[in-house]
């Protein structure tokens, strides 16, 4: 059995990143999404199958070995055979029980699997070779442009690619976003992107989520911003808040009317919408009075579709579209039928939500009409994996009230487009 044959594709998006590794008509793939997603490992897996059957003569990967506290690359030059051993035990981690290390060393000592890294490519030349280059976002462009130059006939090229760390961190206009970019509109090359929901390792799933976090509480605040925080402090001592963010401001800007955005979104931990919103809704009736507007209240988490239900002036559009974190921007999936009230006259809305989501998480939006079928397949399997999500933290909130019932608060979540506020 092929090594690829072993590896179960665990979502769609795994799914297409595998139909694109065998379709060998594209002779760049280029496959982006967050770490834990599967592209070290579907990348590796078909690399290894593609040598052992001799559709390729090599599988050369670039792997580039950085020290994560100083940010500085490791070479070979430097490192000799240390950076073999390193770029080895990557192998081996990432193939994990699919692959058996001893026949890892066969391939490497047979020359058909090289480790290396792309700092000395001048005068090459790589015929017969499939090429990956893992983790391209540490990778340099000279590097990324001197490996496309060196590919040589009967030779395909993967590059594998996290923008989504990039961005969290405010790398913006990075070079692997403007790379996918260029990729997307190649006739030779296909561009497979992840998202969110294709992690599959949960200790990656909660490292961007942290991220996530990190990069909301570290935003610089507007004076009125700062006001609110201070206001909701006052009102709701015990409710950890994110971050706030002015809503209203923008609205005016696109002459959307205020009487369906909230003035302020406030971003809070998990379990913390009660606390903001108080028993019956006095504390966030409190608030409000104090703001002179409303104020809507959200739960920080990776499933961004009640974001858009926050603060986009369709009340119902939530409904309607599939949101994913992809690359440097949102990505929101709609059926064309609801394209227009998703973008408002003129692209109004989408221009309202564009600027509040750069204000609030650096990231720009997509829109991406999908075909009724697909959009509604997808858009139920999210509502469904949603209401599966709010089914075990309703099991977890009651199991906890039952053991402290001093520490329960209502979560006051009223209806949608209410001051209550939801999760996201």
């Known amino acids: 059995m092929e090594l690829l044959e072993r590896v179960k594709p665990q979502s769609e998006g795994q799914r297409r990143l595998l139909e694109a590794l065998r379709n060998e008509a594209y002779s760049i793939v280029g496959v982006f999404g967050p770490t834990g997603s599967g592209k070290s490992l579907f990348s590796l897996a078909y690399g290894i199958d593609a040598v052992s ?8 990967v670039f792997k580039p070995v950085v020290d994560v506290v100083t940010g500085r690359e490791l ?24 692959a058996d290390p001893a026949s890892i060393s066969g391939l490497m000592n047979s020359g058909k699997l090289v480790l290396t890294d792309g700092h000395y490519l001048k005068g090459r030349t790589f015929d017969e070779t499939l090429i990956l280059v893992d983790d391209a ?30 961005a969290l961190r405010g790398v913006h206009h990075d070079h692997v976003t403007t790379l996918r970019e260029i990729l997307l509109s190649e006739p030779d090359a296909y561009v497979v992107d992840l998202g969110v929901e294709d992690i599959v390792r949960e200790g990656a799933k909660t490292g961007v989520r942290f991220l996530l976090e990190y990069a909301l509480r570290s935003r610089k605040l507007t004076d009125s911003e700062v006001r609110a925080q201070q206001v909701i402090k006052v009102h709701s001592p015990d409710a950890d808040v994110v971050t706030v963010v002015e809503v209203e401001e ?3 800007k696109y002459g959307i009317s205020t009487e369906h955005v909230p003035k302020y979104l406030v971003v809070v931990k998990p379990g913390h919408l009660g606390r903001l919103v108080g028993k019956g809704g006095e504390r966030i009736s409190s608030i409000e009075k104090e703001l002179g507007g409303r104020v809507r209240g959200v739960e920080l988490d990776l ?16 409904k309607r579209v599939k949101v994913q974190l992809l690359g440097s921007y949102l990505a929101i999936k709609v059926e064309s039928d609801n394209l227009g009230p998703l973008m408002g006259q003129r692209g109004s809305y989408i221009r309202f939500l564009e600027e509040v989501t750069a204000r609030l998480m650096g990231l720009g939006v997509r829109v ?12 139920e ?7 599966a999500k709010r089914g075990r933290e ?3 909130a009651a199991k906890a009230s039952q053991s402290t019932p001093e520490a329960s608060q209502p979560g006051g979540r009223g209806q949608p487009g209410s001051s209550a506020g939801q999760q996201t």
Do not use: C
């Open 381 to 387: 399997r999210a509502a469904r994996k949603r209401a």
């Open 53 to 60: 059957s001799g559709r390729f003569k090599r599988f050369l």
């Open 368 to 379: 991406i009409p999908v075909s009724e079928r697909v959009g509604r397949e997808e858009i």
């Open 137 to 166: 976002q540490h990778v340099r462009l000279e590097i990324l442009l001197e490996v496309i130059v060196r590919m040589g006939s009967k030779s395909r090229l993967i590059i594998a690619a996290d923008p989504i760390f990039q």
């Open 250 to 252: 923008v609205a005016r």
């Open 303 to 318: 499933d961004l579709t009640n974001y858009i239900r926050s603060v986009h002036p369709v009340s119902w559009i939530w």
């Open 394 to 396: 309703a099991k977890r």
């Open 75 to 98: 070479t070979l030059a430097e490192a000799g055979e240390e950076y073999v051993r390193l770029a080895k035990e990557y192998l081996v981690d990432v193939l994990g029980t699919f």
